[in-house]
C-alpha cells in the first residue's frame, strides 16, 4: 500500500520569507498523481498545487511550487513571499494511476501546521 | 453552482446510539470518499464508491457503513456510535480517476 510521510508537524516562517514543506512517499507504481492541499482555520480543503508523475517539469502557481524528485519520491511544496493568509495545515496527498481502468482513492500524509509571522 | 454539502456541520451523539451523516454533491461525480480527520493522523479514508451499488472499505472501516443509491449522495453510518469515533469528517468527490478529490466542508462528531 502506498504511505505518504509528512516529517514536519510544525514549521514557521516570517512573512515576506519563503519556506519549504517536505513530503515523501512510497509506491512502487510508476502513474501516479500527488497533490498539496491546504486546510485554514475554516476548514476547508482547498486544492493548492498538483504534480503529474511523468512531467518532468515541476508545478507552480503563483507563489507556491513545488520540487518533484521522482526517483528520490520526494515532492516538497515551496512557499514564496509568505503571507499570513498561508497559515494554515498542508497536507500532501498521492493518487495512484492504475493500468487498467480502475480507480483509486487518494491517500494522504498526516500534515504540516504552518505558522506565519509578522 | 455546482457543490458538496455535508450535514449536520456539528452533531454530539451518546455512546451506542447509531448515526447517519449526510454528504450531497451536484457535480455528478462518479467517485466519493468520506474521511476521518485526528489530531497526529491527518485524513484517514473510511469508505468510498466509484459508481452507484459500488462500495469500498478503505483504511479505517471498522463500525462504518456506506450504501450507494444514487450518484448524488453517499451517507455514512455509525453503527453504534463510539467515542474513539470521535472526529472531524470529511466527505469528498471526484470526476475522474486521476483528478483531484473535492472536499465538503467536514461534520465535527462528538461522541459521549
Known amino acids: 500500500a502506498q504511505t505518504v510521510t509528512q516529517s514536519q508537524p510544525e514549521m514557521s516562517v516570517q512573512e515576506a520569507e519563503t519556506v519549504t514543506l517536505s513530503c515523501t512517499y512510497d509506491?512502487?507504481?510508476?502513474?501516479?498523481?500527488l497533490f498539496w492541499y491546504k486546510q485554514p482555520p475554516s476548514r476547508q480543503m482547498i486544492l493548492v498545487i498538483r504534480?503529474?508523475?511523468?512531467?518532468?517539469q515541476n508545478a507552480t502557481e503563483n507563489r507556491f511550487s513545488v520540487n518533484f524528485q521522482k526517483a528520490a519520491k520526494s515532492f516538497s511544496l515551496k512557499i514564496s513571499d509568505s503571507q499570513l493568509g498561508d497559515a494554515a495545515m498542508y497536507f500532501c496527498?498521492?493518487?495512484?494511476?492504475?493500468?487498467?481502468?480502475?480507480?483509486?482513492?487518494?491517500?494522504f500524509g498526516k500534515g504540516t501546521r504552518l505558522s506565519v509571522i509578522a | 453552482d455546482a457543490e458538496i454539502t455535508q450535514s449536520p456541520r456539528h452533531k454530539i451523539t451518546e455512546t451506542g446510539r447509531q448515526v447517519t451523516l449526510a454528504c450531497h454533491q451536484t457535480?455528478?461525480?462518479?467517485?466519493m470518499f468520506w474521511y476521518r480527520q485526528d489530531l497526529g493522523h491527518g485524513l484517514r479514508l473510511i469508505h468510498y464508491?466509484?459508481?452507484?451499488?459500488?462500495?469500498n472499505k478503505g483504511e479505517v472501516s471498522d463500525g462504518y457503513s456506506v450504501s450507494r443509491s444514487n450518484t448524488e449522495d453517499l451517507p455514512l453510518t455509525l453503527e453504534s456510535a463510539a467515542s474513539s469515533q470521535t472526529s472531524v469528517y470529511f466527505c469528498?468527490?471526484?470526476?475522474?480517476?486521476?483528478?483531484?478529490?473535492?472536499f465538503g466542508q467536514g461534520t465535527r462528531l462528538t461522541v459521549v
Open positions: 469528498a468527490s471526484s470526476p475522474g480517476r486521476v483528478t483531484e478529490a473535492f
Open positions: 509506491t512502487s507504481e510508476s502513474d501516479y498523481y
Open positions: 504534480q503529474e508523475a511523468y512531467k518532468q
Open positions: 496527498a498521492y493518487r495512484n494511476i492504475p493500468e487498467n481502468s480502475g480507480n483509486t482513492p487518494l491517500v
Open positions: 457535480w455528478n461525480h462518479n467517485n
Open positions: 464508491s466509484y459508481g452507484v451499488q459500488d462500495t
